[in-house]
């Protein structure tokens, strides 16, 4: 028995500490053309942050300033398509200057969130955003629908980078 008790506090150490470890950061695309980046785009699915659940007609507007920052305005429709319309601001600030690829977002200050273009198509039509914690991603178009195979691609692409696909909610849109 008292052997046993080292071994299990052992145990249950080595598991706070797993448990504790950062996951590795989320692969991005190599290069975001920012100008190109910037406007409307669609988000078409989500795993949703708790302000999102629910969210219609969803659209992420970005807008390069001249500081460098990039003003976001995430909205959609509350609860369905006549739903009120909720409006969130933010910045965002892109961390590598290289890529482009990796933002930090703040909606309120001082705090930031992680923000990670890891799929992008050549013609800036479709992207993905995900986090190195892969809590939450958006697949994004910029129209309101796309086919279903670009979207089963994504949801795959979305899996083989380590994320739990059954998350991810559609994001109704009409327009």
């Given at each position: 028995?008292?052997?046993?008790?080292?071994?299990?506090?052992?145990?249950?150490?080595?598991?706070?500490?797993?448990?504790?470890?950062?996951?590795?950061?989320?692969?991005?695309?190599?290069?975001?053309?920012?100008?190109?980046?910037?406007?409307?785009?669609?988000?078409?699915?989500?795993?949703?942050?708790?302000?999102?659940?629910?969210?219609?007609?969803?659209?992420?507007?970005?807008?390069?300033?001249?500081?460098?920052?990039?003003?976001?305005?995430?909205?959609?429709?509350?609860?369905?398509?006549?739903?009120?319309?909720?409006?969130?601001?933010?910045?965002?600030f892109v961390e590598d200057q290289e890529s482009n690829a990796v933002w930090q977002m703040q909606f309120l200050w001082p705090f930031e969130a992680e923000y990670r273009i890891?799929?992008?198509?050549?013609?800036?039509?479709?992207?993905?955003?995900?986090?190195?914690?892969?809590?939450?991603?958006?697949?994004?178009?910029?129209?309101?629908?796309?086919?279903?195979?670009?979207?089963?691609?994504?949801?795959a692409f979305l899996g083989a980078q380590g994320y739990d696909i059954s998350l991810v909610e559609r994001?109704?849109?009409?327009?």
């Amino acid at each position: 028995m008292r052997r046993a008790l080292p071994i299990a506090a052992a145990g249950l150490l080595v598991a706070w500490l797993a448990a504790c470890a950062s996951p590795q950061p989320i692969s991005t695309v190599q290069q975001v053309d920012l100008p190109r980046f910037m406007g409307d785009w669609y988000v078409i699915a989500s795993i949703p942050t708790v302000f999102e659940r629910g969210a219609h007609n969803a659209i992420e507007n970005y807008r390069l300033d001249d500081d460098g920052s990039i003003a976001t305005r995430f909205s959609f429709r509350d609860g369905g398509f006549d739903g009120p319309l909720e409006v969130y601001d933010a910045r965002g600030f892109v961390e590598d200057q290289e890529s482009n690829a990796v933002w930090q977002m703040q909606f309120l200050w001082p705090f930031e969130a992680e923000y990670r273009i890891v799929y992008l198509t050549d013609d800036y039509t479709r992207t993905i955003i995900g986090r190195s914690q892969r809590d939450y991603a958006w697949i994004m178009a910029r129209e309101s629908a796309i086919e279903e195979r670009e979207l089963a691609d994504m949801l795959a692409f979305l899996g083989a980078q380590g994320y739990d696909i059954s998350l991810v909610e559609r994001v109704p849109q009409r327009w």
